[in-house]
């Protein structure tokens, strides 16, 4: 009977200790960190000369840090390459890499600084975390050697890799994830074997992890929500924005919304490469962001989410769409292109209507109202079903209602940050073959519309007011992964010349503005 009584008194307690260490809510914060970048060379720098340039870069990511959990955040992302930059080959990016044990050997650097070698990085970010108890999360490049026994090792005996790491609010170790998408120019990291797919559980939710390009891919990015049922993504990022569909604010709010899950972007602030951009997104709608092409000055953003957000109705992209009888309007399509993709256009002519327009086995629908038809501005209705191939393969269905950059149609597509033209309503939906879709709503100045939207189960993205700025463009930007491997081998040697195009001119802008 006592011992009955007993595990009782026990089980409660248990249960009432789970109870309260458990969060309905958490403040997360991220921060666009404005990196002091090494000197222009790639021949590599003295261990002690990249140890001075990153612990500059950490002196201005403490301060955020101090601030963040003054402010009560329970977590911060900072970004990729915010510690040392981005421009490096193998040899220059070596002094800057420290080895980064497997999160399972239960380390606290602050307190064992020299268990796993010289790490004096991961101390000061250990130390950080656990004398301002809170979870840090930052990106640093992991080395690790091998041999000629691994037939994959690099002929320098290493391999390297873009690293993020999570230290939580004691000081330890508890996520390590190496970047599987690497980006044109990531010549000095390698690719892991396989994807990783990295998770970790706090008191405030189940957190997962990828690195900016990865977003554009099924793995690890949806795998994590998919399969592993993630509540919060974090997202240390060096996203060069790209208009009008690829703005940091822009897609990583609708990738949130689209996987209905938290998303924590941090971004570099390096307005020379179009980089800024970072927020803290829930599910519903962006709850905090950061858009500034004018200073020079990182950004702290802190916002309070659900650790467990309530999941959204499940969407039928192509229910309401595909029920819709297209209309002819009279208006003549067009081609244009989109950061190299062509896509068919209709002009919307008047103050309100209702467009389709189709390309492949993708038809868009779109109805709307303007406040008014201006004279000095030209909008259109745009689709894409098609591979992209140039910075990367990755199968797109898009539809889109647009800005032109002028009244010249062959502007349509161009990158257009300002508008004057605002909406009363619109609808947009399509018949997509993928349930993964994410809504973009972008206004004039590079600004987003939080509440001011929704997606409905039948699979229309809908205004639920007039809109509060000028248009810039509303999007249903579609992934169909299961066809990215999809060629033909005539298209081959345009695709590598593309890609060399994007490669020199991307060197000639950063040589530019060192």
Known sequence: MITSQLLTYVGISVFCVLKASSLDTFTAAVYEHAVILPNATLTAVSRQEALALMNRN???????????????????????????GW?????????????????????????????????????????????????????????????????????????????????????????????QNLFLGEDQFNVPKEPELVTFNTPFGRFGMFTCFDILFHDPAVTLVK??????????????????????????????????????????????????????????????????MKTEEGKLLLSQLDSHPYPPVVVNWTSYASGIEALSTGNKEFKGIIFFDEFTFLELRGVTGN????????????????????????????????????????????????KCKTMDLHSCGNSVETASTRFEMFSL?????TQYVFPEVLLSEIQLAPGEFQVSSDGRLFSLKPLSGPVLTVTLFGRLYEKDQVS??????????????????????????W
Not at 142 to 157: L, Y
Not at 429 to 433: D, E
Request: hydrophobic share 40%; glycine share 6%.
């Open 87 to 179: 421009k490096f080959n193998r040899k220059s990016i070596y002094p800057y890499l420290e080895d980064i044990p497997d999160p399972q050997v239960n380390w606290i650097p602050c307190n064992h600084p020299n268990r796993f070698g010289h790490t004096p990085l991961q101390e000061r970010l250990s130390c950080l975390a656990k004398n301002n108890s809170i979870y840090v999360v930052a990106n640093i490049g992991d080395k690790k050697p091998c041999n000629a026994s691994d037939p994959w090792c690099p002929p320098d005996g290493r391999y390297q890799y873009n690293t993020d790491v999570v230290f939580d609010s004691q000081g330890k170790l508890v996520a390590r994830y190496h970047k």
């Open 488 to 513: 033909n081998v005539s298209s081959d040697f345009m695709v590598q010349a593309l890609r060399v195009i994007v490669i020199v001119v991307t060197t000639i802008v950063y040589l530019l503005n």
């Open 429 to 433: 939906s399509g018949t997509f073959g």
């Open 227 to 292: 399969d592993f049922h993630v509540d919060t993504i974090l997202f240390p990022t060096a996203w060069m924005n790209v208009l009008p569909h690829l703005s940091a604010i822009e897609f990583h709010s609708a990738w949130a919304m689209g996987m209905r899950v938290n998303f924590l972007a941090s971004n570099l602030h390096h307005p020379p490469m179009k980089m800024t951009g970072s927020g803290i997104y829930a599910p519903d709608s962006p709850r905090a962001f950061h858009y500034d």
């Open 355 to 402: 467009y389709t327009v189709c390309q492949n086995d993708l038809c868009c629908h779109l109805s709307y109202k303007m406040s008014e038809k201006r004279l000095d501005e030209v909008y259109v209705l745009g689709v894409f079903d098609g591979l992209h191939t140039v910075e990367g393969r990755y199968y797109l269905q898009i539809c889109t209602l647009l």
């Open 58 to 84: 950490l002196d201005l990511l403490e301060g955020a840090i101090i601030s963040a959990a003054k402010q009560g955040a329970h977590i911060i992302v900072t970004p990729e390459d915010g510690i040392y």
